[in-house]
């Protein structure tokens, strides 16, 4: 006859979860979360920083075109032409500065500006090549 009776020489089956178990568990959750919160920081800051460089990109190519409007006034009014655009850009972006090189032909736009995440001055060029006109008619 067989015994019926449960063995106890068997292996124990544990129920539920340990402490140790537990804390590990918060632990890598916790690190996941902060990962999280970092990645969202650093696409904040370069959506931010994209941002000001396609701002500057404008703010450029907004002064070659009005240079090619006073094509037949360039170089005397070249200057002028630039005062004009840094009185309408000075406040656009935080520590705005703009400024326009002149080498013949060749105009070359400098926007520069303060990063406010990551406490860095960043720049943007642009150069355009403006053709020397001598038909133009004066007013």
Excluded at 23 to 52: F, R
Excluded at 74 to 91: C, F, K, L, M, Q
Excluded at 101 to 123: A, H
Aim: charged share 20%.
């Amino acid at each position: 006859m067989r015994n019926i009776l449960p063995s106890t020489a068997g292996p124990r089956h544990e129920r539920g979860v340990t402490l140790i178990e537990s804390l590990v568990t918060m632990v890598v959750v916790s690190i996941g979360l902060l990962s999280i919160a970092g990645l969202q920081l650093k696409s904040l800051q370069y959506s931010s920083t994209s941002y000001h460089r396609s701002e500057a990109t404008i703010q450029s190519a907004d002064l070659v075109e009005r240079l090619w409007a006073g094509i037949c006034v360039i170089p005397g009014e070249a200057n002028a032409i630039r005062d004009d655009w840094r009185s309408v850009h000075s406040s656009s972006l935080p520590g705005w500065a703009g400024d326009l090189d002149v080498s013949g032909n060749v105009y070359s736009v400098t926007v520069s500006w303060d990063e406010r995440i990551g406490n860095e001055r960043l720049s943007f060029e642009y150069s355009a090549i403006l053709p020397e006109l001598s038909g133009c008619a004066q007013p």
